[in-house]
């Protein structure tokens, strides 16, 4: 029997695409998600592609005894990926308690169980939103973290200071925080990939939604931005590449041999791509064309950032491998599927 991995929101976009990468390298993988975002369909589709079904558990992470029922029965744990969180910026905006409450208060009650159930090793999901808008590009993980734009980036914030001063007291606990940059694409099955609720809020699903016809417009936020295309700049990474980072981190926590026990890495490609260019290619990559307009810049956006990975290629030893065109087609794929577009 592999060894035990507890995957947090793993139903969802990029906690659904690490459990097939820990499965396909033996972990006997285990998932708490509450849906609030995510279906239990995805559960069905892990299984299709991997030909394991992961244990799964429903129910929210502020309830803090349903969290230690859970340990009681699931003894082998050995690693956590916590996901599970809210992160929909405009959201966070209106509701700043629940994103505070949810995505705090979730990864205090995991700390708490990890100590008590004496579970030492954590992959935390954070973010490059931490970086606000650097005064030095690319971005290390060294680059003076700025003020968060919104109520969802600052929980991302907190939580890394959180886990900071938990190591300090909780001598046990390895941490790695990997720091995402704008994940994108689809399992190349097309049966797992990104599900928006309502109107999408993120670039690419609203491009393969217009696309597939069911949103009239891509309204493109700024074009007189102090870059090329004068359209915001972002480092656009595979969420297949960036699941495997998950996998990679939590070996290297297993068989940790360093000091160090709570690291960060940057997670992207190092490119930084426009809004305008990611159109472009998508309509290379898959012959379809997308129908935008310019509007006004949208409040909070930074207008560029993109990763230094050097920290991640050489001490994680991680590398983003996948093209940004076959990303592209990967996303449109798993629309196309959705839709039932031929
Ligand atoms: C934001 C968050 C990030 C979070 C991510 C997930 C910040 C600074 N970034 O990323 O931390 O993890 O959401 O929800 O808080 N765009 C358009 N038209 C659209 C949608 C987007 O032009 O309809 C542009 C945006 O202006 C931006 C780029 O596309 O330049 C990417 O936007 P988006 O996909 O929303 O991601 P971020 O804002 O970069």
Redesign the pocket.
């Known amino acids: 029997m592999g060894r035990q991995v507890l995957v947090t929101g793993g139903t969802g976009y990029i906690g659904s695409h690490t459990v097939v990468e820990l499965q396909a390298v033996g972990f006997d993988v285990v998932i708490i998600d509450d849906l609030s975002n995510s279906s239990a369909d995805v559960v069905d589709n892990i299984e299709k592609i991997s030909g394991i079904r992961p244990a799964f558990e429903e129910f929210n992470l502020l309830d803090l005894a349903k969290l230690e029922a859970f340990f009681e029965k699931y003894s082998r744990i050995e690693a956590i990926i916590h996901f599970a969180a809210f ?3 405009g959201e966070s905006v209106a509701k700043p308690l629940s994103y505070y409450r949810n995505n705090l208060v979730s990864l205090m009650n995991i700390l708490d169980c990890m100590s008590k159930y004496k579970i030492s090793n954590l992959v935390f999901s954070s ?3 931490v970086y ?1 808008q650097p005064d030095q590009l690319p971005v290390t993980e060294n680059t003076p973290k700025k003020d ?3 109520p ?2 600052n929980t ?1 914030a907190i939580s890394e200071e959180i886990l900071r001063d938990v190591v300090k007291v909780n001598n046990a606990l390895k941490v790695i925080a990997l720091r ?5 694409g689809a399992h190349p099955t097309s049966l797992i990939g990104e599900l928006p609720r309502g109107v ?8 393969t939604q217009t696309a597939a016809g069911i949103r009239q417009q ?5 074009n007189d931005y102090n870059t090329e295309d004068g ?4 480092d ?1 990474i595979n969420v297949v590449d960036l699941a495997k980072a998950h996998v990679i981190a939590i070996d290297r926590l297993i068989n940790n041999t360093n000091d160090d026990r709570h690291e960060f890495f940057n997670v992207g490609t190092g490119y930084g791509a ?2 305008l260019e ?1 159109v472009n290619t998508f309509e290379e990559a898959t012959g379809v064309k997308v129908n ?1 307009k310019i ?1 006004d ?2 409040p ?3 207008e560029k ?1 993109y990763a230094d990975t050097t920290i991640a290629n050489t001490v994680l030893g991680w590398k983003a491998e996948t093209s940004l065109s076959d990303t592209l087609l990967s996303a449109w794929n798993w629309e196309k599927r959705l839709r039932n577009i031929g």
């Open positions: 992160k929909a910026v973010s490059c939103t606000g968060a734009e919104s969802y980036g991302k995402y940059f704008n994940p994108i999408p809020n993120n670039l690419v699903p609203f491009i891509l309204s493109v936020f700024g359209s915001c700049i972002r656009y426009s809004v990611i935008y509007v810049r949208r909070g956006d930074v950032i």
